[in-house]
């Protein structure tokens, strides 16, 4: 008996830590150390917590409470100034959180293909940029690339502060912008950069982007159509082929002497592509909503290059998909029109000015008298 009631004990102390863990308030991770809260905007706070725990959230001397359900809570900030002074967000509930070195100001997606993701270490006047780049008052996050039929809870990142290291990883585009924005401003800056190299605007669309108009819905059905006529035995011989194929390739270019040849990897499965309708939007875009932001800029556009006709209904359902899912009325929505080389057509660029024409609170920045026309597209969908 003496034994039994031993490991009874033994075994509520060990789950003791667990409970405790489980039963912790937790705020979302966009909500890290060294964030930045947008300005001049109501500013949502959201995380987890037990079902009927009341939750307190306070900041710059503001204070709003909530009680969880189903394990999740959410709190309205009212509108915040902008401060470069760092200060605590602090949240409790069943224990406390504390978000350490907080700023108000500005907070941009910035998104796209790899136009948008092309690092600043790898710029033309990478040396001098990486070199200029620490400003604390200028705040980075990565959203991870993922690919999701549902979105996650949360994104697996958190923020930094802008230094030659974070920022020379980050993005060129959207560092040059955070910069000069904070030049212009004279605020704190946040930047959420959430790209995905050769990835067309489909992959960047939620669901309801694609309902609200019957073309664009076509896609959808077109994937769900895939995925009900999807033969694993065939796939599984596709990729038997495939592999044999670049094995023979490989000592091809052996015997003659010649680089060693790509390997074109594994066909996916329709529900593994990452380049299915929404899989992005699922997983980077979405789990982002509804953290206060400014607006968005955007850089994409040689991934639908081949449909542009089609781009001209997508690319203003993406945008206004955006916007109603952050509910945060017609944000400022920016764009590049995609920069010039020999295989655009100039259909997709006409498709992006007809978007900066029809839609409200747009703008565009017009690149064709920059780059190197003559060369070939380095982005490739991977499809």
């Given at each position: 008996?003496?034994?039994?009631?031993?490991?009874?004990?033994?075994?509520?102390?060990?789950?003791?830590?667990?409970?405790?863990?489980?039963?912790?308030?937790?705020?979302?991770?966009?909500?890290?150390?060294?964030?930045?809260?947008?300005?001049?905007?109501?500013?949502?706070?959201?995380?987890?917590?037990?079902?009927?725990?009341?939750?307190?959230?306070?900041?710059a001397g503001q204070?709003?409470?909530?009680?969880?359900?189903?394990?999740?809570?959410?709190?309205?900030?009212?509108?915040?100034?902008?401060?470069?002074?760092?200060?605590?967000?602090?949240?409790?509930?069943?224990?406390?959180?504390?978000?350490?070195?907080?700023?108000v100001g500005e907070?941009?997606?910035?998104?796209?293909?790899?136009?948008?993701?092309?690092?600043?270490?790898?710029?033309?006047?990478?040396?001098?940029?990486?070199?200029?780049?620490?400003?604390?008052?200028?705040?980075?996050?990565?959203?991870?690339?993922?690919?999701?039929?549902?979105?996650?809870?949360?994104?697996?990142?958190?923020?930094?502060?802008?230094?030659?290291?974070?920022?020379?990883?980050?993005?060129?585009?959207?560092?040059?912008?955070?910069?000069?924005?904070?030049?212009?401003?004279?605020?704190?800056?946040?930047?959420?950069?959430?790209?995905?190299?050769?990835?067309?605007?489909?992959?960047?669309?939620?669901?309801?982007?694609?309902?609200?108009?019957?073309?664009?819905?076509?896609?959808?059905?077109?994937?769900?159509?895939?995925?009900?006529?999807?033969?694993?035995?065939?796939?599984?011989?596709?990729?038997?082929?495939?592999?044999?194929?670049?094995?023979?390739?490989?000592?091809?270019?052996?015997?003659?002497?010649?680089?060693?040849p790509r390997d074109?990897?594994?066909?996916?499965?329709?529900?593994?592509?990452?380049?299915?309708?929404?899989?992005?939007?699922?997983?980077?875009?979405?789990?982002?909503?509804?953290?206060?932001?400014?607006?968005?800029?955007?850089?994409?556009?040689?991934?639908?290059?081949?449909?542009?006709?089609?781009?001209?209904?997508?690319?203003?359902?993406?945008?206004?998909?955006?916007?109603?899912?952050?509910?945060?009325?017609?944000?400022?929505?920016?764009?590049?029109?995609?920069?010039?080389?020999?295989?655009?057509?100039?259909?997709?660029?006409?498709?992006?000015?007809?978007?900066?024409?029809?839609?409200?609170?747009?703008?565009?920045?017009?690149?064709?008298?920059?780059?190197?026309?003559?060369?070939?597209?380095?982005?490739?969908?991977?499809?």
């Amino acid at each position: 008996m003496k034994l039994n009631m031993n490991k009874s004990l033994l075994t509520a102390a060990l789950l003791l830590p667990l409970t405790a863990l489980q039963s912790a308030v937790k705020s979302n991770n966009l909500f890290s150390d060294n964030a930045v809260l947008q300005q001049g905007k109501p500013v949502p706070v959201w995380g987890t917590a037990n079902n009927g725990e009341k939750v307190t959230v306070t900041f710059a001397g503001q204070k709003a409470e909530t009680v969880a359900k189903g394990g999740k809570w959410k709190v309205i900030l009212p509108a915040l100034k902008a401060s470069s002074m760092p200060k605590m967000l602090t949240i409790t509930g069943e224990n406390k959180v504390e978000i350490k070195n907080v700023l108000v100001g500005e907070v941009w997606v910035c998104s796209g293909q790899s136009n948008m993701g092309f690092r600043l270490k790898d710029a033309a006047n990478a040396t001098e940029a990486v070199a200029a780049a620490g400003d604390p008052q200028l705040r980075l996050l990565n959203v991870p690339t993922l690919a999701k039929d549902v979105p996650p809870a949360e994104v697996a990142a958190s923020w930094s502060e802008c230094t030659s290291e974070t920022a020379a990883r980050f993005s060129a585009v959207a560092y040059f912008f955070g910069r000069d924005l904070r030049k212009a401003l004279h605020v704190p800056v946040g930047l959420i950069h959430s790209s995905v190299g050769g990835t067309g605007a489909a992959e960047f669309t939620g669901p309801k982007g694609f309902e609200s108009c019957p073309e664009m819905k076509l896609l959808l059905e077109r994937y769900a159509q895939t995925v009900r006529e999807f033969d694993p035995a065939k796939l599984a011989e596709a990729n038997k082929k495939q592999a044999e194929k670049y094995q023979q390739d490989v000592a091809q270019a052996q015997a003659d002497g010649k680089p060693k040849p790509r390997d074109p990897g594994p066909v996916f499965s329709p529900m593994e592509n990452p380049h299915r309708p929404g899989g992005f939007y699922n997983g980077m875009i979405a789990p982002l909503q509804p953290y206060a932001i400014q607006g968005v800029i955007w850089y994409q556009g040689e991934a639908d290059n081949v449909s542009s006709k089609q781009y001209q209904t997508l690319f203003p359902a993406l945008i206004a998909n955006w916007r109603g899912e952050w509910n945060q009325g017609e944000f400022p929505f920016l764009f590049v029109q995609i920069a010039p080389f020999r295989a655009t057509l100039p259909e997709l660029r006409e498709a992006q000015l007809l978007t900066w024409k029809k839609t409200p609170m747009t703008a565009m920045a017009v690149t064709t008298d920059v780059g190197d026309a003559t060369r070939k597209s380095q982005v490739s969908r991977g499809i």
